[in-house]
């Protein structure tokens, strides 16, 4: 059986994306994080984690210095390495599932506009709705503080931008969608992918490259089915939460 299960995780492991090591410390950093090793505790032997994800032992030793470069685990030499801190909280992200939750958690961002040297053109599903005529396009990072959290690339109608173009420049696009009273909305949908950082997001948002990531890509069309913005906002994998109510009680 743990033969087995060591093969399910190799095969797993050499199906992702992300570097073997991120991987392995990828798990470690779980596991400190969900208690299996407390602080002070000492954690698997080289060896053991070598045979465990079935990997070289200079993976093993990247992962462990990795977790070491953030606190998290120290070396003895002769004697082990052992956990030091846990990982701090910090999905302080949480993803939204309506519109009234996503505008609320985007209303107040001030996104760092890059510039756009190209930009391709925009291919629409036909279940998403018919394209406008023309769009203008936006690339930003989104911040918290001075914390990149999220890479934006975005579609807005030209009509539609050309109402308020000066407030395209400055806010969101999705929250000054949303505050055109004689803009009616007749559907807004949004998909959810797990993926890694390619360079580019990995240098805009300051994270390692492979690093996870929440790719959300959004769809908001007019009353006549006329896709009026499409956007994909690639997140910070450790600063995302998703909270979905599978159930409600009633009073």
Known sequence: MVDAV???????????RAPRYVQVASTLRRRIQEG?????????TLEELENE??????????AIELLQ?????KSHQGKGTFVMR???????????????????????NVPRFLEVDTQQELQIDP???KPAEAYEFFRSVQMQGKEPYALASVYVAKDIHDKN???????????????????????AHQTLCIGAADIETAIQLKIPLNAPTAEAHCIVTDANGTVIYSGDIIYRGDRVKLNIELLNSSS
């Open 86 to 108: 846990s990982p701090p909280n910090n999905r302080w992200l949480h993803l939204a599932t309506d519109w009234d939750s996503l505008i609320d958690l985007i209303s107040a």
């Open 69 to 73: 470069e953030e606190g998290l685990l």
């Open 53 to 62: 994800f079935s990997v070289a032992r200079v993976t093993v030793r990247q």
């Open 6 to 16: 060591q093969t399910g995780i190799a095969n797993t492991y050499a199906k992702m």
């Open 36 to 44: 299996h090793w407390s602080v002070g505790d000492k954690i698997a």
């Open 127 to 129: 279940d998403d709705g």
């Open 165 to 187: 173009p000066a407030a395209f420049r400055e806010r969101v696009a999705l929250a000054v969608i949303n505050d055109m009273e004689d803009l009616q909305i007749s559907r």
